[in-house]
Structures are given as C-alpha cells and as structure tokens.
C-alpha cells in the first residue's frame, strides 16, 4: 500500500512539473534579433541604441543587429537588399529614400488597431510624406527638418528694432521697412537676406505666395500659376533693390558664410543651421524669428523616418520596437540628444541649448500645408528642379520675364510627368 502511495506521489509531482514547465514555455517570448540598417548624419545611432535601451532591458527577447552603411552607399544597399528577397526587419530612411522603396515598405495599418489614430499624433507635413499613393501610412515619422529664418539680433538691437517682438506678426512688406533701417544703423552690414541657392529654399518664399510646383493632384507640373509669377517678380525685386546679395544666386558665395561675417541681417536656411552658428558666429547674436508672412505662412518640410518591409522576417517585433521609438517620451529623448525637431505634435523639448530656436522652426511646420511634402516626394519634380533654378537665375538677370521663365518650366516638366 504504502508503495503504491508512493508511486502515486511521484506521478503527481511529475505531472505538476511538467504542467509547470509547459505553462512557463508557453508564457516564455520567442527570442528574436531586429535586424536594423541605419546611416548616421552625425551621433544618431548612438542616441537611437541609447534611448531604446530601457525598452530593450524590459523585452530581453529583443536583441538588435545594428548595420551602420555611410549615407552615399545607403539607398544601393537597401535596394540591393530589397531585391535579393532579405529586407531589414527596420530600417532609417529619408524622405528621399521613402520614394525610391516606397512599393516594398509594410503598411503600417496591418499592425495597428487604428492608424488615423497614429497618424493624428504627427505633424502633417511628416504623415503627408509618409503616405504612399494608395493612401496607406508606411512609416514612423521620426525627427523633422525645416527650412526658416535666422537673424543678426544684434543688428536689429542697434537699430532699436525688437525682433523678437515685430516677427511674431510682420508681412514681408513690413519686413523690408524694417530690414532697411536695421542695414542703416549697421554701417559694416550689406544686405538684408540671403537666400540658399536651390529651389527648395525658394520654394519657402513660393509656398508663402500661394505658388505651387504641380497641380492639385501632383500629376503634372503646374509651376505657371499666379503665386508663382507673384514669387519670382518679388524676388527680382529684392535683388534689383539690393536687399538680397546677388552674389548668391548669380555667383558662387556662400550665404552661411556671409550671415556668420556679420554682412546680412537674416537668413533663409533650415533647421540645421542651428548647431553650424552655435560653433562658428562668436562675434553677435542670432537666433531663429517666424519668417515674414506672404499670402499664408508656410515652411518646407524634411526629415527621417523608421520603417519596415514587405517580407521582413521579423515584422510583428519590428513594429512594436519602432511603434515605441516614436512615442512621446522616446521621441523627445532622441529629439533632444541629436538636436532636430521631433516629428510629434505633442512632443515638447527642453534641449541643452538653443530650445527656442528649434521651437520656433517646429510652430513653422505646424502651419505648413501638406501639399509641400506632397510636392516635394513627387520624383518626377526632382527631375526638373535643376531647370528650374537656371530659369530663376534667368528672371533675375533680366533676360525672361517671370512669365516666360514658369512657361519654360511647364514646358520642359511636361516630359517627365508623361
């Protein structure tokens, strides 16, 4: 009897051990390793690995594999990638590179609940870039560039200007009295504003005038509309007066160079001329100012993204690391310690320095229209922005008007929307 009572225990004890066992497997997370891509601008993947640490220490079964390519090889590996049927479960891309893999990213609505829902917690601009043809959201929005206006505060102090004051309002009528009488008070200054030579910082003041590259739906090019002429006759204008250098866009001088000399009185940049001036102006103060208003407000958007792919082996993990890398708290993180602009709308930054300054580039993309991204994620437009900064240069020189100059554009964009 007392061998059978035995026995009996043992079973049990076996049972429940094998019970034991079999829940805790059951309850235990597949091990899995995120394979990554990602390129660096300067300490970006430091600072990504840095604010996921605390996620990846509470889900040990997440490991990552972390391939850094230089940013001139990137868009051929990821391709090459791609095609060869190995896709990263995650990848860094940029707006450039969102068009170029945008047919292999994986939707994000198959692994969310509700994606409008996801997507209300981005800037606009950010989901519009971030939006494929057939309306699907295919990547997290994760740091924001913008273009904007720097200026010489100490310039406009001399001249008893408050910038920071008159900004918050002016038109760019109100602008050029006031940029005239801060070049007065300042014997050594020469200018009141350079413009980067390129139809992306153009497209700023272009946007501004109610002018667009493309019609309503981006399938063709539509650069001969009323806010454009409107753009190109202003800009001759601030040319002929002298209020913008010439040297710029009708030579080889660099405007960075001539706002750090103290020559101009602001300058139409990005966001990324912050952390320049931080290191090289010593000799007065700068700061960002909301740019003058045209017709409307409006900045020009850029930035990265974290996405996946069709095909990835890891999708379900992918989705859940890049969903809470670009949550508030982790968005801010990165934001902060990379200095740029987070992508979110509720994100706020206290960064070691020059806070205000990106503050003042992210309200300029709150008020930027959609279409801008729209517009500038159009590959057909890429193929034409270098003819259409010669016919800009052409309207300055005074030898096309600003009429024929977008009616060339129309003319030779027309090819490549064919």
């Keep these: 009897m007392k061998k ?39 300490n970006e993947s430091d600072v990504f690995l840095k604010t996921m640490d605390e996620y990846l220490k509470a ?9 850094i390519v230089a940013y001139n090889e990137y868009d051929q590996k990821l391709k090459l990638m791609i095609s060869g049927g190995n896709p990263p479960d995650l990848a860094r891309i940029t707006t450039n590179t969102l068009s170029v893999v945008v047919d292999s990213l994986e939707p994000i609505e198959n692994h969310v609940a509700d994606v409008e829902a996801v997507k209300k917690q981005y800037l606009p601009s950010m989901v519009a870039f971030a939006t494929n043809k057939e309306g699907k959201f295919i990547a997290y929005p994760t740091e924001a560039t913008a273009n904007g206006m720097l ?52 497209s700023t003041l272009m946007y501004q005038w109610n002018g667009r590259f493309l019609n309503e739906d981006q399938s063709n090019i539509k650069f001969n509309n009323p806010g454009t002429i409107a753009t190109l006759k202003w800009f001759k204008h601030l040319h002929d007066e002298g209020l913008v250098p010439k040297s710029v866009w009708l030579g080889s001088e ?61 999708q379900e993990e992918a989705f859940k690391f890049m969903a809470a890398f670009a949550d508030k708290s982790h968005n801010e993180m990165y934001s902060r310690d990379t200095f740029n602009i987070p992508s979110r709308n509720d994100a706020q930054v206290t960064y070691p320095s020059n806070s205000g300054d990106f503050e003042v580039f992210l ?9 801008t991204a729209n517009e500038w ?42």
Excluded: C
């Design 4 to 42: 059978v009572i035995v026995t009996l225990m043992i079973l049990l004890l076996a049972t429940t051990a094998m019970f034991a066992a079999g829940t805790k497997e059951e309850g235990a997370k597949k091990d899995v390793t995120l394979s990554v891509l990602w390129f660096n601008d300067a």
């Design 59 to 67: 889900n040990p079964h997440v490991k990552l594999d972390l391939q």
């Design 151 to 202: 200026v010489n505060k100490t310039a406009f102090d001399k001249a008893g200007i408050d910038v920071d004051e008159v900004s918050k309002t002016w038109t760019w009528s109100e602008w050029e009295t006031i940029v005239k009488k801060v070049i007065a008070a300042n014997p050594a200054m020469k200018y009141g504003l350079a413009v980067d030579f390129t139809p992306h910082r153009f």
């Design 254 to 314: 660099n405007p960075a160079e001539l706002f750090q000399a103290g020559l101009v009185a602001g300058h139409i940049g990005g966001s990324w001329n912050i952390n320049t001036y931080n290191k090289n102006v010593k000799d007065f103060e700068w700061k960002a100012v909301r740019m003058p208003k045209g017709a409307i407000n409006s900045s020009v958007p850029g930035g990265k993204f974290v996405a996946s792919f069709k095909g990835a082996k890891n």
């Design 363 to 371: 309200e300029e993309l709150k008020v930027t229209p959609a279409y």
């Design 377 to 418: 994620k159009n590959t057909n437009l890429s193929k034409v922005t270098t003819y259409i900064r010669e016919q800009i240069v052409e309207v300055l020189l005074g030898n096309i008007t600003a009429e024929q100059a977008v009616a060339n554009v129309d003319n030779r964009g027309a090819t490549f929307f064919k």
